[in-house]
């Protein structure tokens, strides 16, 4: 999808050209641990709950995006604009 320069103006399309960041309501199928949990089991998992969920795109040749772990480590997630090892 990114490779092909379009801009779809669909969320569920676009989210899949770049980076993204959500904020609201975390999915509990993204881990299997998580999958049957209850309410409780989820907010104790760190899982945020909320009643929406919106995904904000982010993207561009100049674009480094780093993560960092809970001991603090950094992690180069996106470089460039482009996942790392891709």
């Known amino acids: 999808i990114a ?3 379009m801009f779809f103006q669909s969320g569920l399309l676009d989210e899949n050209a770049s980076c993204h960041i959500a ?6 199928g993204s881990l299997a641990l998580l999958k049957d949990a209850d309410a409780g089991q ?3 998992a760190g899982l945020n709950q909320s009643l929406v969920h919106i995904d904000f795109m982010v993207g ?4 480094d995006v780093w993560g960092v772990d809970e001991s603090g480590k950094e992690e ?4 460039q604009g482009c996942f790392k090892g891709l």
Do not use: N, T, W
């Not at 904020?23 to 509990?28: E, K, V, Y």
């Open 76 to 79: 180069l997630i996106l470089s």
């Open 23 to 28: 904020l609201g309501s975390g999915f509990p």
């Open 42 to 44: 989820l907010a104790s």
């Open 60 to 63: 561009s040749p100049e674009l």
């Open 3 to 5: 490779k092909s320069g």
